[in-house]
């Protein structure tokens, strides 16, 4: 069917559909440290988190690897997930926007912005449905998806106060010929 082709077949429940980036282990060198700006370069070790839910009734295969419109079935719940251990290179600046007139630096406000690249090896990818006809069903397998994945991030806000960040899919989530590209945005709770 025309209406369930390309982007209509994988249209997502955006609100039910996350992202999260979890980096226990970050190490940050300063690359330049003036009165009004700082300069880090970091990078680390971490989990990249996808979890995709879909409005349309698309069930992924393992042998052979693929995805098909089912149209047979009424899913209450329909998700992939992926998960990714990545490491990211990021550059991040810090502007003083705003001095503490008592001299404590700590007092200080600070504009953040940066950006990178982070590269990931799927560890793990999984689908959940749930339907009437079939309860729960979760499936682990490749699913015809890519292994790596490379993205860019940028982020801005405030030091100490938030964090806005957004991440694109520079390679395919897919090793089949299907072209897809996540973006995702959010807030970071912590940083540099």
Known sequence: RSNMQN????ELRNSKSINVNIYPVMVKYMALKTPGQRIYVSTGLGLQLYNFRYEQPITYTKNPAGIFFDSSMSFKKNKLSLDYLNVPLMLTFKTRIHKDPKGRHKKDTWLVYGAGITEGFRLDS???QVSGTNGKV???GNFGLAD????????FGIDGLFRLYGSYQLTSM?????DQHPVSFGVRFCGL
Request: net charge neutral.
């Open 138 to 140: 979760k499936s682990h």
């Open 7 to 10: 982007s209509n077949l994988f």
């Open 126 to 128: 999984w689908t959940k």
């Open 174 to 178: 897919y090793e089949n010929g299907i």
């Open 148 to 155: 790596f994945n490379t993205c860019v991030t940028a982020e």
